[in-house]
């Protein structure tokens, strides 16, 4: 077994003939490198790379990595400053999708075939695409701070293209008909809040908390300043997002008559009354409404596959069709980027489509005529004019 000492580092060659490099860390201690080389040379090289790495000071120390995914995952989540909403799903996030597969790992120990095997996993299980999507996303942030912040690994295992993407399948959008078809068939009670979803396009949790106040009627606008955020231990009122979220939206006449019946026959009194509250009064909970939800769609013979944020969905449908820009969209949505926007303006781009195929099927039908006949009733119609103007010209 041959040994070459050097002014930097230590090569020698193993009883399999293979090379191994040995180098000081920053901390003093002679550590060996991750794998044996085929060469003298190739080691040397190594060696070289690795005596760069620390003068620049990009030196990882290999034992950092060796804390446990779970407990760095978690702590991770603790840090961060979080509305409890978010803080709450990247828990379970933690606990349903990284421990089955991460639990034992360390966190250097999570390479890229790792991750590449536990997403095929989740899509192989039918995990949604947009939480198997959200999953990658918070583990990419996760590894971005080992990486960029706490320095405990060189490298983010998230590397698989696209993967952060929410590719979810187009929400299906319902006809005004249909919108109302599922009113009717609902429990007078929330009979308004199917109209308000739909047409102010507010969320679930914005209409829970909707109080009296936030209702205009001679303007005929509601005011969307809050949110009712459901948790494990039960429900909280939240502020927005952003500023962006706030925001006052216009009430259709149409339903005004029957949104002031509502407020005077189901609305808690005073003006910090709940606009809408369950059969016993208490607070609306999604999951309760769900089955309220789910009975009225059956009864007005709508797909399974609505939910109710689709209303929300429709509503900015309709909203785009009518003309609104996306900067109105993103007002009456409460988003402040026009990323959710831009949908609803390309919805509006294809319905234009549809309306220059309509203009087509007209061209195209005229252009069919017979030339021939075309071509005489033109002739007779130009001789006419011009032995018309004759006859007046010798007529003066």
């Known amino acids: 077994m041959a040994s070459n000492r050097r002014d930097w580092g230590r090569i020698r060659q193993l009883k399999s003939g293979r090379w191994q490099a040995r180098y000081p860390g920053p901390d003093g201690a002679l550590r060996p490198a991750p794998e044996t080389f085929e060469t003298r040379k190739l080691a040397s090289s190594w060696l070289a790379e690795k005596r760069t790495e620390i003068i620049r000071d990009d ?9 446990p995914f779970m407990a760095y995952a978690t702590t991770w989540v603790a840090e961060r400053k ?5 803080r709450e799903r990247y828990e379970g996030i933690v606990r349903n999708h990284y421990a089955p597969t991460f639990g034992e790992l360390t966190v250097a120990g999570i390479k890229e075939a790792t991750v590449r095997r536990w997403r095929s996993e989740l899509l192989a299980r039918k995990v949604g695409e947009p939480t198997v999507a959200k999953a990658y996303r918070l583990l990419r942030a996760i590894y971005n701070t080992a990486v960029d912040e706490d320095r405990i690994v060189k490298r983010n295992p998230c590397r698989i293209k696209r993967a952060g993407e929410d590719n979810s399948a187009e929400r299906p959008v319902l006809t005004i008909r249909q919108v109302y078809a599922v009113a009717d068939a609902i429990q007078p009670r929330y009979r308004m809040l199917i109209l308000l979803a739909t047409f102010t396009s507010p969320r679930f949790g914005e209409l829970a908390a909707l109080r009296r106040r936030d209702v205009d009627l001679e303007r005929r606008e509601i005011r969307v300043l809050r949110s009712q955020a459901e948790l494990r231990g039960g429900s909280t009122i939240k502020g927005p997002k952003s500023e962006a979220g706030k925001r006052r939206v216009a009430v259709p006449k149409a339903i005004v008559s029957e949104l002031r019946e509502h407020i005077g026959r189901y609305a808690e009194p005073g003006a910090d009354g709940l606009v809408f509250v369950g059969p016993q009064g208490g607070r609306l909970r999604r999951h309760n409404f769900r089955r309220v939800w789910v009975k009225a769609r059956k009864a ?38 026009t990323r959710a926007a831009l949908i609803y303006q390309r919805a ?28 005489r009733k033109s002739a007779r119609r130009r001789g006419e004019g011009h032995a018309g103007g004759t006859t007046g010209s010798t007529a003066a």
């Open 59 to 67: 030196w990882v120390n290999p034992d950092s990595g060796k804390v």
């Open 300 to 337: 007005a013979r709508i797909p399974d596959d609505v939910h109710f944020h689709d209303l929300r969905h429709s509503g900015n449908e309709l909203a785009a069709e009518g003309g609104a820009t996306t900067r109105e969209l993103m007002a009456r949505m409460g988003h402040s980027t």
């Open 348 to 375: 509006r781009r294809e319905r234009d489509h549809t309306i220059a195929d309509a203009m087509s099927g007209n061209i195209e039908q005229a252009r069919r005529r017979p030339q021939g006949k075309r071509s």
């Open 82 to 86: 979080l509305s409890d909403t978010t």
